[in-house]
Antibody, heavy 120, light 110 residues
């Protein structure tokens, strides 16, 4: 059974840092691209970042470029999101999701999400 | 990277059909057949309902169907059921290799 389990969320002050983790199981992690998607309270989904299967290429939404870094450890079957210089508008539930479909254009499995709250 | 445009809400009675639109640009929906749709119940993670415009994952009811014309994609739910009440989001691949979601549509079963 495919499982994605996020961790690392919590309360952080503006300007602070946080590292999210996503532990994958039930599939061959190293052959799938992975993404982070977030959802601010009461708002819609927002794609945040994507990383290729081997970690060689990374993409980010403009609003997090230079502040967030996506990475992965295929040996540990884990996906990460290092978040620096956090802002109030980064407050959201962060989901990790498995890329699938042609063009890696869809997400067939999602984690349960981890809440990040940026507030003083 | 502006969000794709969806109606805020759509409603219908049990058994009816409803259609949710998702409007983008020639840099996303208009240029790629890489549109997917997600269903999200309150407090839950999104669930993939349609991928590559028209395809249903295994296990998704055939009451859900997708289509596209120009820069607009659509999700149709036929034979509306109480369990279909949820938020729905479209998503598309974009020309700069990023992804973009729609603004979301709340479906209410009257």
């Amino acid at each position: 059974e495919v499982q994605l389990v996020e961790s690392g969320g919590g309360l952080v002050q503006p300007g602070g840092s946080l590292r999210l983790s996503c532990a994958a199981s039930g599939f061959t992690f190293s052959v799938f691209g992975m993404s982070w998607v977030r959802q601010a309270p009461g708002k819609g989904l927002e794609w945040v970042a994507r990383i290729k299967e081997d970690g060689s290429v990374k993409y980010y939404v403009d609003s997090v470029k230079g502040r967030f870094t996506i990475s992965r450890d295929n040996a540990e079957k884990s996906l990460y999101l290092q978040m620096n210089s956090l802002r109030a508008e980064d407050t959201a539930v962060y989901y990790c999701a498995r890329d699938q479909c042609r063009g890696n254009s869809c997400y067939d499995y999602w984690g349960q999400g981890t809440l990040v709250t940026v507030s003083s | 990277q502006s969000a794709l445009t969806q109606p805020a809400s759509v409603s219908g009675s049990p058994g009816q059909s409803i259609t949710i639109s998702c409007t983008g640009t020639s840099s996303d929906i208009g240029d790629y057949n890489y549109v997917s749709w997600y269903q999200q119940h309150p407090g839950k993670a999104p669930k993939l309902m349609i991928f590559e415009v028209v395809n249903r994952p295994s296990g998704v009811s055939d009451r859900f169907s997708g289509s596209k014309s120009g820069n607009t994609a659509s999700l149709t739910i036929s034979g509306l059921q109480a369990e279909d009440e949820a938020d729905y989001y479209c998503s598309s691949y974009t020309s700069n290799s990023s992804r973009v979601f729609g603004t979301g549509t709340k479906v209410t079963v009257l």
